[in-house]
């Protein structure tokens, strides 16, 4: 009987080892894909929540976004402005850095249309750059951004801390840094130890300093990112404006700048993109967009174009929407045209089909074929139709 009951009790304590070990190995799995699902898709955040304050470095590149070679007096449009901005973000993500972003950005003359530019020939240099430019916080959510990348202003309490801090540590604290690689930045001790790297040794553009930039895997924050970053206020007025355009189409027809010319020795008028004034007058858009469009659409037109009406033939196919019928709801929001095309930005990336001026990526719809950066060859403009609708 003895050896009955030994023989019955054993099978049953395997068991229970079993059940134990195996409850054991999937609270491990558990909390694994747990970690793994934080890792990948807690952004950034994550890396920089373990640190404290005073365990932050950071990363400088200058109270100014864009300043094309030594002349600083003058700046780039949004776009331009916006890659130079995107690449020192990716930059501070490389090198796990807070990023110091300038409080305020250059609004260049040619793309306002507000009235916020009112410059004195009596003015100072720095009442001149007040006047000409805005504030970040009306562009950007500073806080959203930081759950990808920490950022600060530059006009902050905590980088007036950073700037007294580093130069109580002398030369262990700051490099004013210049033609150094963001590999070496990370890599050598000598300024990856340091409480903050300072780029504006360079007198490049900060775009300049991206190297690669055609390498899609070189990039690590996709273009959408910035868009997206939109202040709070500028995206409570897209959300409102989608609601009333409920399902809608949109394109982005970039004219303007874009179609000027100049004429040759021979007096030959020739321009940068051949083809886009063509492409982007009403009788082509309607002949290029009637295959990803269907007719009745509600259909939202973003575009520098001045010519009052000037898509009013596209009313034939479709209900056409601009963002001046919403003057009610953006008047109290807008200040210049940078927030304006933030809005219009984050309305399009709304829409069910977005057709684009250019192609930005292989996967594009788009109103013309020309490429929209080149070799500064400068083309006779081309307005006849390539092929019949």
């Known amino acids: 009987m003895a050896f009955n009951r030994t023989s019955k009790g054993k099978p049953k304590s395997v068991r229970s080892r079993i059940v134990v070990l195996a409850a054991i190995v999937s609270a491990i799995a558990i909390l694994f894909l747990l970690s793994s699902a934080v890792f990948t898709s807690g952004s950034q955040k ?36 916006e890659s130079s901005l995107r690449c020192a973000l990716e930059e501070a993500i490389y090198l796990r850095r807070t990023f110091v972003m300038p409080s305020r950005m250059c609004i260049n003359p ?14 100072t240099s720095e009442d001149q750059w007040a006047a000409s430019s805005c504030a970040m916080n009306s562009l950007y ?45 990370k890599e050598n001790n000598q300024y990856s130890d340091l409480l903050l790297i300072n780029r504006t040794a360079s007198p490049l553009s900060w775009f300049m300093e991206c190297k690669d ?35 809608y189409d949109a394109i ?46 509600t259909l939202f037109i973003a575009s520098n174009e001045r010519t009052p009406g000037f898509f009013s033939p596209l009313s034939a196919r479709y209900r056409l929407a601009y963002s001046s019928n919403y003057s009610h709801m953006l008047d109290p929001v807008i200040e210049n045209n940078y927030q304006l095309f933030m809005i219009e ?32 060859k400068w083309q006779i403009p081309v307005y006849n139709a390539d092929e019949t609708c």
Request: proline share 4%; charged share 30%; net charge positive.
């Open 46 to 81: 994550s890396q920089y929540i373990k640190y404290s304050h005073k365990d932050r470095k950071y990363l400088y590149w200058g109270t100014r976004i864009d300043c094309p070679g030594k002349h600083c007096g003058s700046c780039e449009g949004l776009g331009h402005q």
């Open 110 to 123: 040619i793309h306002n249309k507000k009235g916020i530019l009112h410059r004195s020939t009596n003015a």
């Open 141 to 185: 959510d500073a806080e959203l951004m930081s759950e990808t990348v920490p950022v600060i202003f530059d006009n902050s309490k905590e980088w007036y801390r950073v700037l007294s801090t580093s130069m109580k540590l002398g030369d262990r604290g700051v490099a004013h840094v210049a033609g150094v690689s963001r590999v070496e930045l």
């Open 213 to 247: 930039r055609n390498n899609r895997s070189a990039i690590m924050l996709p273009y959408s990112f910035l868009p997206s970053m939109a202040a709070k206020k500028l995206r409570d007025a897209a959300e409102k404006i989608k609601a009333v355009l409920g399902d």
């Open 252 to 297: 982005h027809v970039r004219r303007g700048d874009k179609i000027k010319t100049r004429k040759d020795r021979f007096g030959v008028a020739r321009t940068l993109h051949p083809h886009l004034d063509r492409d982007t007058r009403p009788e082509f858009i309607l002949c290029r967009i009637v295959k990803w469009v269907t007719p009745g659409r």
């Open 345 to 376: 930005r984050l309305i399009m990336m709304g829409a069910k089909t977005l057709i684009r001026t250019f192609k930005e990526d292989e996967t594009d719809l788009s109103l013309t074929d020309d490429p929209k950066k080149n070799t500064k």
